[in-house]
């Protein structure tokens, strides 16, 4: 009689999980991206942070997780609009010393 010696089956696949491990060096097994990934979409899709996916999120991972990325994206983007404000600055000076060189003012 011949036994039959069978291996057991994994429980996940190999590229279920290369699948896994890219998720994880990608970060999105991390409850910062997560939360920032789905805040940054719900802003895209309606101008703004919907309160029920805030409410969720919350619900989720935390009243502290979401508070500090909402605040580090609220930071990020005051940033980006202090740039742009100080070049848009910047710009219509040389334009204003431009326009008086041309008028001969300069």
Same mark, same amino acid.
């Given at each position: 009689?011949?036994?039959?010696?069978?291996? #057991?089956?994994?429980?996940?696949?190999?590229?279920?999980?290369?699948?896994?491990?890219?998720?994880?060096?990608?970060?999105?097994?991390?409850? !910062?991206? %997560?939360?920032?990934?789905?805040?940054?979409?719900?802003?895209?899709?309606?101008?703004?942070?919907?309160?029920?996916?805030?409410?969720?999120?919350?619900?989720?991972?935390?009243?502290?997780? %979401?508070?500090?990325?909402?605040?580090?994206?609220? #930071?990020?983007?005051?940033?980006?609009?202090?740039?742009? @404000?100080?070049?848009? #600055? !910047?710009? #219509?000076?040389?334009? !204003?010393?431009?326009?008086?060189?041309? @008028?001969?003012?300069?």
């Amino acid at each position: 009689m011949r036994l039959h010696l069978h291996r #057991k089956p994994p429980t996940t696949t190999h590229s279920q999980d290369m699948n896994n491990q890219n998720m994880t060096n990608l970060g999105l097994n991390d409850p !910062d991206r %997560v939360c920032e990934n789905t805040i940054k979409q719900c802003q895209k899709e309606n101008g703004r942070l919907m309160v029920s996916t805030s409410n969720y999120l919350k619900r989720m991972y935390g009243d502290e997780q %979401v508070i500090k990325v909402i605040r580090r994206l609220q #930071k990020r983007r005051d940033r980006a609009n202090n740039y742009q @404000n100080k070049d848009s #600055k !910047d710009f #219509k000076h040389l334009l !204003d010393i431009l326009s008086e060189k041309m @008028n001969g003012n300069g």
